[in-house]
Structures are given as structure tokens and as C-alpha cells.
């Protein structure tokens, strides 16, 4: 088990649809931390209903969940897995911190030990990305649909503003992961 004082006990990602958040998890994953997917809830959601795993389904579902618990609410559905997490000594990383209300959730329970890792790619990277990708590939509009939606009704920009560290990734997949890697070593010392 790893100690706290060598990585940040708890990290959250966050940045836009195909800048690298998944593969930046999973170096952290190589690292020794525990994923908390929170973009899961929605997919476990939509699974348990029945419906097809679709953009329009998984909108669906995240609204329904916000209605329900408000904007915080991915990190309300997942803070129970993560406080289990910590107190068994574990290192937690969140693949997907969507919106402000969820950074105040995360910030309020667990204070400075919480790191925010933006990643951040160009455009027409992120398009060819997501194009490209085997689950959910999407097309340059419905990109552009999505950005506009996160940062406009879920506020998303805040917590890409306010993180701790900021990555570009318009390179190699390996070249991601050593600027994680470094980056972790960096959040340490804050």
C-alpha cells in the first residue's frame, strides 16, 4: 500500500469529451489508485433500466439523476465508495468530475487531500478521438453538443478553471503518461 505522503490521497479528473481523462486514469489505475467512475453511475443506470447505451439514453438518465439529487449529483452517488475507499488506505482517483456542485461536494468532505487534474487536447484532436473510439463513438457535432451542454448547464468550466495541475495531451499515449506521472509527483508537494 502506498503512503499518502508519496501521491495525493484522492485526485479528480476532469476536462472535455476525448481529452484523455480515461487514459490518464488508467496510469493512475497503474499507480496504485482505485477508479471511481463517476460517469458509470449514469451507465449502471441506464443498464438497470433496460435501455440501450446511447448519447440520447445516457442524457436522459443524467438528467433524471439531477433532477432527483441535484447537480452534485454524481459525487453524492459515489461518496459513500469513496470515504470506504480512503479509510481502507486506499489512493482514489475520479475518472470524471462533471460540474462545480460536484467539485463543492468533493472539496467540502474531503478538503485539500482533494487534487484536481485537468487534461485538456485540441479540437480537431478530441474529434478524431471520439470519432474513432469502439464505445460511443460520437460525430464532430454531437461533440460540440456535449461541450456546449457541460459547460453551459452543468458548469463544467469551473472546475477545469480551478484545478490544481493542467495537462495538455496532443501527443502520444505515452507521452500522457509520463506527464501524469510527473504531475502526481508535483501534486504531491502543494
Not at 449514469?42 to 439514453?57: C, F, S, Y
Not at 438518465?61 to 459513500?80: C, S
Not at 485540441?122 to 474513432?132: F, S, W
Amino acid at each position: 500500500m502506498t503512503s499518502f505522503q508519496e501521491k495525493p490521497a484522492l485526485i479528480a479528473l476532469v476536462g472535455l469529451a476525448g481529452t484523455g481523462k480515461s487514459e490518464a486514469g488508467e496510469v493512475l489505475l497503474e499507480m496504485g489508485y482505485q477508479i471511481v467512475y463517476f460517469g458509470g453511475t449514469v451507465l449502471e443506470q441506464v443498464q438497470k433500466r433496460g435501455m440501450a447505451i446511447t448519447p440520447e439514453n445516457e442524457r436522459v438518465v443524467r438528467e433524471e439523476l439531477r433532477a432527483q439529487h441535484g447537480m452534485a449529483a454524481m459525487a453524492l452517488l459515489r461518496l459513500p465508495e469513496i470515504k470506504a475507499l480512503l479509510a481502507a488506505g486506499q489512493l482514489v482517483a475520479i475518472d470524471g468530475l462533471y460540474s462545480f456542485a460536484e467539485y463543492e461536494v468533493l472539496k467540502a468532505n474531503f478538503g485539500e487531500q482533494l487534487k484536481v487534474l485537468a487534461i485538456h487536447a485540441p479540437k480537431a484532436l478530441r474529434y478524431a478521438r471520439l470519432a474513432a473510439r469502439k464505445l460511443r463513438p460520437l460525430t464532430a457535432r454531437q461533440v460540440d453538443e456535449r461541450d456546449f451542454f457541460e459547460i453551459k448547464n452543468l458548469d463544467k468550466g469551473g472546475p477545469i478553471a480551478i484545478a490544481d495541475a493542467h495537462i495538455i495531451n496532443e501527443g502520444s499515449a505515452c507521452a500522457l503518461h509520463e506527464k501524469v506521472r510527473q504531475t502526481v509527483k508535483q501534486l504531491t508537494s502543494q
